[in-house]
C-alpha cells in the first residue's frame, strides 16, 4: 500500500479511536454516578444496600462523592449532553 493511503487509514483510524475514547469516558462517568447512588442514595430515599456494606465500601468512595459533588454542582442536561456526544441536533 502506498505511504499516501497508508496516511489516510491512519487518520481515519485516529479519529474513530478518539470517539471511542469519548464514549467509553462517559459511560465511566454515568457508572460512577450510578455506583455513588445505589451505595449512598439512602439520604434520597432510594433503596440501599445493608448499612454495614455501604460502610464498609465508604472508605473507597471518596473518589465517587467528588464526583456528585461536582455533578451537583453544574447539573448538566445529561440528555443534552448526550446529543452533543452523539452529533444529534
Avoid: H, W
Avoid at 19 to 35: G, H, P, Q, S, T
Avoid at 48 to 58: C, G, K, Y
Amino acid at each position: 500500500m502506498s505511504k499516501k493511503k497508508r496516511g489516510i487509514i491512519d487518520i481515519i483510524t485516529g479519529i474513530f479511536k478518539g470517539k471511542a475514547v469519548e464514549y467509553i469516558e462517559v459511560e465511566l462517568r454515568e457508572l460512577e454516578n450510578i455506583f455513588a447512588l445505589i451505595t449512598i442514595g439512602s439520604f434520597i430515599g432510594l433503596p440501599s444496600p445493608p448499612t454495614f456494606i455501604s460502610l464498609r465500601i465508604l472508605p473507597y468512595m471518596g473518589r465517587e462523592l467528588l464526583v456528585m459533588t461536582r455533578i451537583s454542582e453544574r447539573l448538566d442536561d445529561m440528555l443534552g449532553e448526550m446529543a452533543g456526544l452523539f452529533d444529534i441536533e
